[in-house]
């Protein structure tokens, strides 16, 4: 008897899928395949590609591999580019010069779980690599966005789009994780979301190495009851080390009265038209605001207050050798010493000297450099020493 089992095209639309192909029923039985496994045990010459799976009483298109030896299931995403279905762990000290990026066209898929598994590339391409310790690691999993850059830093980037499939991201999953870490999750519809993240070292992500998700429900009807809400992502108050990287903001998720996510529109991040942003070379305090509404007008609003403080002391560097020899009978020139200040740049202007040096007199002499800056902070002391020699008198 032919077996009911055939493969699909790659890819097609699930409603035509759906129509061009009966669930798959397993000899003997009166139930359909509900996983690869099954429909190799209904036809065991059966290659890899996709199939329709029956779950929870609805066909779904799934692509079945190494069919040949353990089967797995993994369901195609439609949507691919190069900011599409993808994970960027930004560039930093412990990366490849362009960071690491892992484009994926398939995900791996439970069928029981109704989930995707996030780590496996087989179905994935990958660009430079991340170092963690002294071993290097070539890929980054789905659904992740981090780096190892600076406090709060958040230029790792990720993106997943379920468009094209029968199924919705389960919302309130993604979690920030790492040290001083920062991120954010924005859906743009519920099978879409576009991750931001990073610390030192740190980032966003689900936290179990699964995306849970959800059958694909109609839009949702709008909201009319509650207030929209609104929930910074990091702390309210931040304290950023004066001359740090540049700012990067956190950024902040909001929701209507029934829970939908709703855009935030931020100011003063530095990103957008509406200010500079704090300035990380100066010291001082500085604003940033959010805001949301949702479609019946209600607003909502948050406050951030970002504080640039110098904390750190600068660093005195002597001009020349810290010993030196005079000949007697001629001043002595002092080559002084340079000061550099993270906060503020070049204060060799502001460097003090203690200690004289008599040319006309033998001896030995110490001169000492000293530096506080505006701050506060005061520079270890620097010292030379200077031998008068061969006086003649």
């Not at 429900?217 to 080390?241: K, R």
């Not at 935030?264 to 940033?288: F, I, K, L, M, Q």
Request: aromatic share 8%; net charge negative.
């Amino acid at each position: 008897m032919p077996s009911l089992a055939r493969a699909l095209p790659d890819w097609k639309p699930l409603w035509l899928a759906l129509a061009a192909t009966a669930p798959l029923l397993l000899p003997g039985t009166s139930h359909a395949a509900t996983t690869c496994a099954e429909v190799r045990a209904q036809n065991p010459s059966a290659g890899d590609g996709t199939y329709s799976l029956t779950l929870g009483g609805q066909q779904v298109a799934v692509h079945c591999h190494d069919m040949a030896g353990t089967p797995r299931e993994y369901l195609t995403l439609p949507s691919t580019g190069s900011t599409t279905n993808y994970s960027y762990y930004g560039r930093g000290p412990n990366t490849a010069p362009g960071g690491q990026t892992t484009w994926y066209t398939k995900a791996r898929f439970d069928p029981a779980a109704l989930a995707l598994t996030l780590d496996d590339t087989t179905f994935a391409t990958s660009e430079g690599w991340k170092r963690f310790g002294n071993t290097y690691v070539y890929s980054s999993a789905l659904a992740g966005a981090g780096d190892c850059v600076n406090t709060y830093s958040q230029t790792g980037r990720g993106n997943v789009d379920l468009t094209g499939t029968p199924f919705d991201i389960v919302p309130g999953q993604f979690r920030i994780e790492g040290n001083v870490a920062a991120g954010s999750a924005t859906f743009s519809g519920p099978q879409i979301v576009n991750l931001t993240g990073g610390g030192y070292c740190g980032g966003i992500g689900t936290g179990n190495n699964q995306l849970r998700l959800a059958w694909r429900s109609a839009p949702p009807e709008p909201c009319d009851s509650g207030e929209p809400s609104i929930v910074l992502n990091g702390y309210p108050e931040l304290t950023l080390e004066c001359g740090s990287a540049p700012y990067s903001d956190p950024g902040a998720q909001a929701f209507d009265g029934c829970g939908n996510p709703i855009q935030v529109h931020a100011y003063n991040t530095g990103t957008d038209a509406s200010g500079p942003g704090p300035n990380t070379s100066a010291e001082g305090s500085y604003s940033v605001s959010y805001a949301a509404w949702d479609a019946q007008g209600h607003t909502v609003s948050a406050l951030r207050t970002v504080n640039v403080e110098d904390r750190t002391a600068p660093t005195l560097t002597l001009n020349g050798p810290g010993h030196s020899v005079h000949t007697c009978g001629s001043p002595w020139v002092d080559p002084g010493a340079s000061a550099t200040d993270a906060c503020y740049g070049n204060l060799t202007s502001q460097v003090e000297r203690s200690g004289e040096v008599n040319g006309w007199a033998a001896g030995q002499y110490t001169v000492t450099y000293t530096l506080t800056d505006s701050g506060g902070n005061s520079a270890a002391p620097v010292t030379r020493t200077v031998d008068v020699v061969d006086c003649p008198w």
